[in-house]
């Protein structure tokens, strides 16, 4: 499956924005999804996850009460919702999908392109 990221962008602190992420190839419902992100001079690290059909989600501490994750399996998309956006929240963003749900770097099979946030205080 190939994966294209996007909707990234400016914003001030306390602001919002939706990332997409448009999957072509094999079927979007066979594979779990999630999104990670990357700062200057850090490792990449999970952000937010969704199980096949969407029924599970789950995120990281750090953006749990702010971030929203979701899918449409029948437009082959997936979204993160990022409100009460923060400096730290600074970071390219990455979509992936994988066999299996998706909590580490490790498990992604495919990734996106990156795209990036940028939160000014």
């Known amino acids: 499956v190939q994966l294209q990221a996007s909707g990234g962008g400016l914003v001030q602190a306390g602001g919002s924005l939706g990332l997409s992420c448009a999957a072509s190839?094999?079927?979007?419902?066979?594979?779990?999804m999630g999104w990670f992100r990357q700062a200057p001079g850090k490792e990449r690290e999970f952000v937010a996850g969704?199980?096949?059909?969407?029924?599970?989600?789950y995120y990281s501490d750090s953006v749990k009460g702010r971030f929203t994750i979701s899918r449409d399996n029948a437009k082959n998309t997936g979204h993160l919702q990022m409100d009460s956006l923060k400096p730290e929240d600074t970071a390219v963003y990455y979509c992936?999908?994988?066999?299996?749900?998706?909590?580490?770097?490790?498990?992604?099979?495919?990734w996106g392109q990156g795209t990036q946030v940028t939160v000014s205080s």
């Open positions: 992936a999908a994988g066999d299996r749900l998706l909590t580490t770097v490790q498990r992604a099979d495919y």
């Open positions: 190839g094999r079927t979007f419902s066979s594979y779990a």
């Open positions: 969704i199980s096949w059909i969407g029924g599970v989600t």
